[in-house]
């Protein structure tokens, strides 16, 4: 304890905490206040609103998931490499040659569950009421935060390359095709043309613009990749980021007035 | 175990399957306070549970249940059963204070303020351990999935979009592609942006509750459990090869044929009731179809202010009823167009596959 002590009054130790052991209430409020990430919370918040039966920790837990699947996607990232001699092999290599090769599971099922959580997480915020004012905005937030984390979802499943993947993707990024107005089989794409010449064909359509081609090909998998590991995360931290400074401006988890 | 199997398998078509989850969702929502007694809802989701254990004595059918990438969607029956069970419940027993007059439960406590470390800084990082240890543990027991390498030329049958969009993929059995893979999604988007600017009923913010907000949370709990939610285990489970439908203990036979025999109701009009040819001109083929969607647009929004729906004309003023009955118009098409196929084998209401116009 003494030693403890002795650590806790070191300058380093005072350089980076500038606040006492919290175990007094003006300590504890600091220790929430001075940190970067749990300035994410307010310093006292509604009772009722954080307990568990509340709020079922959701949306806690897909940002959890958010975590995982970034600390994990980045150790995928030193073994793989986005082309088609070497996708798959590298894949099954992760497996057979990396030591405590788990990262690929853990990151597989926590995106799956991350899909779940996300879907939990919005049934409770529109069953508690949270959606209504003041709270409107951050509601529009999450819908986006919500097609952040299935085009994640879509994209990662590309990766592996294998016939899962790629037949997956086929089936639905066919849907782009059928477009309306900038799909070459939807109902409007004659509408776009100058004098005889469609300027929406297979080759200038929406499924064209996201598959880099006709097929799902190596292009396709290169910005696949770009998208899921990049791009995406990018876009969805961000949001993130705004979503819990909402969370607290516009009063805290909600609760009765 | 044969009698299991077959009694199971005889409820083995797309319709008996949507009508009876709408059956079970309205048994739910008409009897709230009944299905949210613990023990009812409990005995619910052992009784899921033994009739996975039971069905897995079938080995085709314990493979799909346990296959890697579909573990999430058994997991996520029994969460749907459990939180729907968690809220509801809080919901009733909110509704019961609120009639005797009292605020809801959330009130008791919603204006005393605790210090966020430790209330909630601890129970964050306890759920940050258990949920890493669960993983790991998952992670080293199952192992992720890889099929054959990659070839454009050989497609697997059946051909599934990833599970989450397995709803959408379900659609197009009754809707075309431009439809059901951009129009209808691209609804659900908006739809959901819109929900907190068409819903103006200032009660229940904050609460738990069913009873002062009944209509939105129907219409919501509609769509969320069966138009996307029961789409999705359908797809998993009973959609196989070809996009047939399968009994969740037939074998999943790549040769079944199923007969196609839906017709248009172009030809209905023409063909069967005018008795006459199929006019050349396909604006004037299609007309019965444009005039009924037309109704459904414009016409049937108008009766629904008059009618049922009169007093959310009042409440929300003619631009935020529009929007909602058209989301809730465009919801309803889907359930629709399935009656539509299930009952006269209707393909399309407006056939024009010349500019790929087809609803
Ligand atoms: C990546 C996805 C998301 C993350 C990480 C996330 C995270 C969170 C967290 C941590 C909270 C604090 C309260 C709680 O845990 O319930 C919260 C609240 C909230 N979320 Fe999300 N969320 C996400 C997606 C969504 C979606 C899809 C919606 C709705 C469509 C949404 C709407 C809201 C709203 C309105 C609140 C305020 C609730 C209240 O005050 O009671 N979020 N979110």
Redesign the interface.
């Known amino acids: 304890m003494t030693l403890l002590k002795k650590i806790a009054e070191t300058q380093v130790w005072r350089s980076i905490f500038r606040h006492g052991y919290?175990s007094t209430?003006r300590n504890?409020?600091l220790?929430?206040l001075s940190n970067v990430f749990?300035h994410l919370?307010?310093?006292?918040?509604?009772?009722?609103?954080?307990?568990?039966?509340?709020t079922?920790?959701m949306g806690?837990?897909t940002f959890?998931l958010f975590l995982?699947e970034t600390i994990t996607g980045v150790l995928l990232m030193f073994y793989y490499r986005p082309t088609?001699e070497y996708a798959?092999n590298d894949?099954?290599a992760l497996?057979e040659h990396v030591p405590l090769g788990?990262m690929?599971?853990?990151?597989?099922?926590?995106a799956?569950?991350m899909?779940?959580a996300v879907?939990?997480h919005?049934?409770?915020v529109?069953?508690?009421?949270?959606?209504?004012?003041p709270?409107?905005f951050n509601?529009?937030i999450g819908?986006i935060l919500?097609?952040l984390t299935?085009l994640l979802?879509?994209t990662g499943?590309l990766l592996?390359?294998?016939?899962?993947?790629?037949?997956?993707i086929?089936?639905?990024s066919?849907?782009?095709?059928?477009?309306?107005v900038i799909?070459h089989?939807?109902?409007g794409?004659?509408l776009l043309a100058v004098g005889d010449v469609s300027l929406v064909t297979p080759a200038s359509d929406i499924r064209f613009g996201l598959l880099a081609g006709r097929?799902?090909?190596a292009a396709a998998l290169l910005r696949f990749y770009v998208l899921h590991c990049v791009a995406l995360p990018l876009a969805a931290g961000l949001l993130m980021a705004i979503h819990f400074w909402r969370v607290r401006k516009d009063g805290g988890i909600?609760?009765?007035? | 175990m044969a009698a299991f199997e077959s009694f199971f398998n005889s409820f083995a078509s797309p319709s008996l399957v949507i009508i009876i989850s709408i059956g079970v969702f309205l048994l739910y929502f008409f009897r709230m306070r009944m299905m949210m007694q613990p023990r009812v809802s409990f005995a619910i989701m052992a009784l899921t549970a033994l009739f996975l254990v039971v069905g897995s004595q079938n080995h085709d059918f314990f493979k799909i249940i346990t296959k890697?990438?579909n573990?999430?969607i058994v997991?996520?029956i029994f969460?749907?059963l459990f939180?729907l069970w968690?809220?509801?419940r809080?919901?009733t027993l909110n509704d019961m204070r609120l009639e005797q007059g009292l605020?809801?439960n959330?009130?008791?406590?919603?204006?005393?303020?605790?210090?966020?470390?430790?209330?909630?800084?601890y129970?964050?990082f306890v759920?940050?351990v258990a949920?890493?240890a669960a993983?790991?543990i998952?992670?080293?027991m199952?192992?992720?999935?890889?099929?054959?390498?990659?070839?454009?030329t050989?497609?697997?049958n059946p051909?599934?979009?990833?599970?989450?969009?397995l709803g959408?993929?379900e659609m197009l059995v009754y809707f075309?592609?431009?439809l059901?893979?951009?129009?209808l999604p691209g609804m659900i988007?908006v739809g959901?942006?819109a929900?907190?600017?068409i819903?103006t009923?200032?009660?229940?913010?904050?609460?738990?509750?069913l009873k002062e907000?009944p209509f939105a949370?129907f219409m919501?709990m509609f769509g969320?459990l069966i138009l996307w939610v029961v789409l999705v285990i359908m797809g998993t489970f009973l959609r196989g090869p070809n996009w047939n439908f399968f009994g969740p203990f037939e074998y999943w036979d790549p040769h079944k044929v199923e007969a196609l025999v839906n017709v248009n109701l172009s030809e209905y009009f023409w063909v069967s009731w005018l008795d006459m040819r199929l006019p050349d001109n396909p604006l004037q083929r299609e007309l019965p179809g444009i005039v009924l969607i037309l109704i459904y647009l414009l016409i049937v929004p108008a009766i629904l202010a008059r009618t049922v729906l009169k007093k959310f004309f009042h409440q929300l003023g003619f631009a935020r009823f529009s929007i909602l009955v058209v989301l809730l118009l465009m919801m309803a098409s889907l359930p629709i167009k399935m009656f539509l196929r299930w009952t006269i084998n209707l393909k399309y209401l407006v056939g024009?596959p010349e500019?790929?116009?087809n609803i």
């Open positions: 919290p209430p504890r409020a220790a929430a749990l919370h307010p310093v006292k918040a509604r009772k009722s609103g954080i307990r568990l039966s509340f079922w920790c806690g837990i959890f995982l088609i798959y894949i099954i497996r788990i690929r599971e853990l990151h597989r099922w926590g799956h569950m899909v779940l879907w939990l919005m049934l409770r529109f069953l508690t009421g949270s959606y209504k004012p709270r409107e509601w529009n819908v919500l097609l299935l979802s879509f499943y592996p390359w294998d016939q899962l993947a790629i037949w997956a086929t089936v639905g066919n849907m782009a095709r059928a477009h309306p799909g089989e939807g109902p794409a004659s097929f799902v090909g909600s609760g009765p007035m | 890697g990438d573990m999430p997991i996520m969460a749907i939180f968690l809220a509801f809080q919901a605020p809801p959330e009130a008791e406590s919603s204006n005393k303020k605790v210090l966020v470390w430790p209330d909630l800084v129970p964050e759920m940050t949920l890493s993983f790991i998952w992670g080293v199952v192992e992720a999935p890889i099929e054959e390498p990659a070839s454009g050989r497609a697997p051909a599934k979009a990833p599970w989450y969009f959408l993929q075309d592609p431009w059901a893979g951009v129009v988007v959901l942006m929900i907190p600017y819903d009923n200032p009660k229940g913010n904050g609460y738990y509750t907000r949370i919501f969320f024009i500019w790929f116009f």
